[in-house]
């Protein structure tokens, strides 16, 4: 049979919580039991999505391994999965560093193991559903129920100091935005039926309305808001510097790997192509509020004591450049954004990991407590060296290719907003290598520092399953680009055409338009 043809999206995505369900007939007491079980399931979970990948059709821009199912048909509600270009490597990334979060916490949890456990292939679940989802509606559940299990990992496992503050607040601001994407879902909704006689939320159905230009913009701004919180992008930033700082290394690793790409994932997959007319005409905006997240992240991080919290305002910065290529709206800069998606699971993924480890034997965030532990802990340093030059994005290394790529396409679009967007890769230079230079360098004079003990065979691990990646992309990012092209290819020419079949414009914005939006080409033609 046609792996194509059986239901692997419905297998990836609830598989987890299978697991959850399993752990849940087990003896909280035996916490290793709980750990091999959970091990066992992620293990299998990223197994089972490799055929995704192995079987991806590099010939067609359409949806893959579908499928689709009545659900509510009273009110158009469908179970409709599928995967493009722009989502298969999301919910690889998923699977992939959620079994590196299960190794990575094997001795770091030790209260409430189960509870954890449960809550981490809960949150799985949620995150690859968002990934997937081809019905607003359902899109939406999935995207409310990855909040419960992330609240819980910051609430009840996050740093007792103020784990709860943190917690709220992520909520809070997270709530926020969904309620308003909620009645911008609702809104299409009961257009779409006015305007075809047919109330459904199918997504690909919904691409073909052709909503009025003056909706267009507070629809875009509802949207907007939810995708920007979670991003974040500035000024919606504020709540993931405290929720990064106060979570477990588990949580600010998924966190920063997986759930901020929801975010651009959703101005991709639903803000652009839904309201061409409102995205192309707030690109100046949205693009200069993803430059003042870049320069202002960037700045932040120069005067952070806290490591974790350095990494976190780091985040605002490396997604303020996704964002940006994202609204370049051409080949180069949609498959840099992507890419650099990817790039910052990675590679923040990893520099969490890192932070964690050291945390784990000094109880210590603070950059003035280290200094000279390269001579204790050679590995340590080594990985933490390789990851640090793949975040200021070094050539060879994954961070290159996504940021030259992204900037390309800005430059094709706006070349001023890529001058000034470049300062920022400077300022990361700076605060990484200024931040590894305290930690690692210098006199070993702290007593606590001298009997820190090198990364375990278990932490080697880890790391180097991460480190891979670093390199394939650096090195061979073709891998990765031939599965988006065919994709951003048609998304582009789906832009244009739907924005052309709107309604008539003055004839200065048809002139700013095409100037901004050209048609989709390869990237051989442009580099000839």
């Not at 360098?441 to 180097?464: A, C, H, Q, W, Y």
Request: proline share 4%; aromatic share 14%.
């Amino acid at each position: 049979m046609n792996l194509t043809e059986l239901p692997l999206l419905t297998l990836i995505t609830f598989f987890p919580l299978l697991g959850a369900a399993l752990l849940l007939f087990v003896n909280k007491e035996k916490k290793e039991t709980i750990r091999w079980i959970t091990l066992v399931v992620a293990l299998l979970e990223f197994i089972f999505s490799l055929p995704l990948f192995f079987n991806f059709r590099l010939d067609t821009a359409a949806m893959q391994f579908v499928e689709k199912a009545p659900w509510i048909p009273e009110y158009g509600m469908s179970y409709f999965l599928g995967i493009d270009g722009i989502s298969l490597f999301l919910v690889l990334l998923t699977t992939f560093l959620t079994l590196v979060s299960v190794i990575s916490c094997w001795t770091d949890i030790q209260d409430k193991v189960k509870e954890f456990m449960i809550c981490l292939l809960f949150l799985e679940t949620g995150m690859i559903g968002v990934f997937v989802a081809l019905d607003l509606f359902l899109f939406y559940v999935f995207w409310e129920v990855m909040l419960i299990p992330m609240y819980l990992l910051i609430g009840v496992w996050g740093n007792p100091q103020r784990r709860i503050y943190a917690a709220i607040k992520f909520i809070i601001y997270t709530m926020v935005g969904s309620v308003l994407m909620l009645v911008a879902i609702l809104v299409l909704y009961f257009h779409n039926g006015a305007a075809t006689g047919t109330y459904t939320f199918d997504l690909l159905e919904v691409y073909k309305l052709q909503v009025p230009i003056n909706v267009q913009f507070w629809l875009f701004l509802a949207f907007g808001v939810a995708f920007a919180i979670k991003v974040p992008m500035f000024p919606f930033h504020t709540w993931l510097p405290d929720a990064h700082t106060e979570a477990p290394t588990v949580g600010s690793v998924l966190l920063a790997a997986v759930l901020l790409k929801m975010g651009t994932y959703g101005f991709l997959r639903f803000s652009i192509p839904l309201f061409p007319h409102a995205s192309i005409q707030l690109v100046p905006f949205v693009s200069i509020l993803a430059i003042i997240g870049i320069i202002y992240g960037a700045l932040v991080c120069l005067v952070q004591q806290d490591l974790k919290r350095l990494i976190a305002f780091s985040s605002v910065s490396h997604l303020g450049f996704v964002v940006l290529g994202l609204f370049a709206l051409n080949l180069q800069g949609i498959e840099g954004g992507i890419l650099q998606m990817l790039n910052h699971g990675f590679s923040t993924g990893a520099l969490f990991l890192l932070v964690g480890m050291i945390y784990e034997r000094r109880h210590t965030r603070m950059i003035a407590d280290f200094g000279g532990i390269w001579r204790q802990m050679p590995i340590f340093a080594a990985f933490f060296m390789v990851v640090t030059l793949s975040s200021i994005g070094l050539p060879g290394l994954n961070g290159f290719v996504g940021e030259f790529l992204i900037l390309v396409g800005t430059f094709k679009a706006t070349a001023v907003f890529a001058v000034v967007a470049a300062t920022g890769i400077i300022l990361a230079a700076a605060y990484m290598l200024w931040a590894y230079q305290r930690v690692m360098f210098g006199e070993l004079t702290k007593p606590e520092n001298k009997v820190l003990k090198d990364l375990s065979g278990r932490e080697i691990v880890v790391l180097s399953c991460v480190t891979v990646f670093i390199f394939w992309i650096g090195i061979y990012p073709q891998t990765f680009l031939s599965r988006m092209e065919p994709t951003v290819k048609s998304y582009l020419t789906q832009v244009h055409t739907k924005y052309r079949a709107g309604l008539p414009l003055p004839e200065g914005e048809k002139i700013f338009v095409a100037q901004a939006l050209p048609k989709a080409e390869s990237r051989s033609q442009n580099s000839e």
